[in-house]
């Protein structure tokens, strides 16, 4: 018979089906066996009775992670006796069970709270709970929500290199990889240069990029590999276009994960984000005269946080805007206001108080940004390929780099950005730990 997909069980009420999934729970009630199967859509009770005999033999052999495919009659449960979740409401009447796969003993009780370290050990069974599969569906709803506020407001999607010979941000922050005819490579640090020399063809382009991070951090928000949301756009004016883009984006994003998963925010126990029609804008000196701190090149992690409290409070927003850095403290290829310097038209966006965002206005004039080069003490020749955007002529352009797992901790309040990473990669894991 063929399949029946959990979802569309309340349909079928009376009628005889197969359903197939992993066995969540197996609990035992005097005479009968009560287990609830998981499938991709979510989790059904079935009922075995020992008028079933057969299937009540099997049954009594099921653990959790068992994988079955089962058939019975589809009954409504009676009023008194409902589930919750949508499928609350129905209950399979088992006639028969066949185990497809069997799971060994779990090395724990999979509904219990896990350290973190604990559920980074056993990802291949953790990642089937109820709280990572609602992480990783927010997950994929931003991705999506991305996408599509990207192509509506006309850009073009491209995918960038992983390899590359030279690291984008001049830092000493890339892995290096052997490469062909004994030379080096490095991982990306960002997809930076192509998605400016994107700018070229499309004028509007984005792309969904590994970022690879060699910096010996061990933080709540820091991971060796994560997964960029870039976009970069021509003719504009200032940073404000980038940023006017950025906010509709992460508008179109706040909305569909809202309309798509009220139930998920419940289930993390916080409102969805409050984004109104303008994200409140500091430059840092305001963000620092609010904290009563003294000039820094950079908010730290308690000044993100604090600023983030304010613009809660006083604007009634989970996302602020910080502009106006230090040149100097941004990356070589930031724009530097001429009316503000040394300040540059470089910003940061700040969400439920972390950095999940980081974009400028660029330098496009190909002798400016060699100039600019040569004062960071970086080797013009050895960026040829990326300054030949430049030297055949760009317009004024600027975006944005966004944190997928950052913004996805945030939405659902996620303390560790690993725990927003399906596999995340540190200072001390490649799945599996590096040391002891
Ligand atoms: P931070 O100052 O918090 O270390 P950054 O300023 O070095 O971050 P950017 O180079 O501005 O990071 O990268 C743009 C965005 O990419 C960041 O705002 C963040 O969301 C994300 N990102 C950068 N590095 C990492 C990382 N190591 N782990 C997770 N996300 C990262
Ligand atoms: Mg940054």
């Not at 949508?86 to 088992?94: D, R, T, W």
């Not at 999979?110 to 109820?130: G, I, K, Q, V």
């Not at 604007?315 to 530097?336: L, M, Q, W």
Request: glycine letters at 6%.
């Amino acid at each position: 018979m063929e399949r029946t997909i959990n979802r569309e069980l309340p349909a079928q009420i009376g009628k005889t089906v197969t359903i197939a999934g992993w066995v969540d729970v197996r609990r035992d009630h005097g005479k009968l066996i009560f287990l609830d199967v998981r499938d991709r859509s979510g989790i059904v009770q079935c009922v075995v009775t020992p008028r079933a005999s057969e299937a009540m033999e099997i049954a009594k052999e099921l653990r959790p992670q068992f994988t079955v495919a089962i058939v019975g009659e589809l009954k409504e449960r009676p009023e008194n006796m409902r589930g919750a979740g949508p499928f609350g409401g129905i209950e399979l009447s088992v006639q028969s069970v066949v185990i497809l796969s069997r799971a060994q003993e779990l090395p724990f009780d999979m509904s219990a709270e896990l350290n973190l370290d604990t559920h980074l050990d056993y990802l291949p069974l953790t990642l089937r709970t109820a709280r990572s599969r609602d992480i990783f569906t927010m997950q994929e709803t931003i991705l999506e929500g991305f996408r599509s506020s990207m192509r509506k407001q006309d850009f073009t999607e491209f995918t960038a290199p992983a390899i590359v010979g030279e690291d984008a941000e001049g830092g000493a922050a890339a892995f290096r990889v052997s490469y062909h005819h004994d030379t080096s490579a490095f991982l990306a640090t960002s997809p930076q240069f192509y998605k400016q020399i994107m700018v070229g063809p499309f004028e509007r382009a984005f792309t969904v990029a590994k970022i690879f991070r060699a910096e010996k951090h061990s933080t709540t928000r820091h991971l060796s590999e994560a997964t960029s949301l870039d976009f970069e756009m021509g003719f504009i004016e200032s940073h404000r276009e980038p940023m006017a883009v950025l906010s509709r984006c992460v508008s179109d994003i706040v909305s569909l994960a809202t309309e798509r998963h009220p139930d998920m925010f419940e289930r993390f126990d916080l409102p969805p984000p409050v984004i109104g029609d303008e994200i409140p804008t500091l430059t840092l000196r305001e963000a620092q005269k609010i904290l009563g701190v003294t000039e820094a090149p950079d908010l730290d992690p308690a000044g993100e946080r604090s600023i983030c409290e304010w613009a809660k409070k006083e604007r009634a927003s989970d996302f602020v805007f910080i502009t106006a850095f230090p040149t100097k403290a941004r990356a070589f290829y930031t724009y530097e206001d001429p009316h503000e310097a040394p300040y540059s038209r470089g910003f940061d966006l700040l969400f439920r108080g972390l950095e999940i965002n980081s974009g400028s206005q660029r330098m496009h004039d190909y002798d400016a940004l060699i100039g600019r080069m040569h004062e960071r003490g970086l080797d013009p020749q050895k960026f040829s390929f990326y300054l030949q955007a430049f030297k055949y002529g760009l317009p004024p352009h600027g975006g944005s780099a966004t944190g997928l797992e950052r913004m996805t901790a945030r939405m659902l309040g996620i303390a560790n950005v690993k725990e927003a990473t399906a596999f995340p990669r540190d200072l001390n894991r490649i799945d599996i730990r590096l040391s002891e």
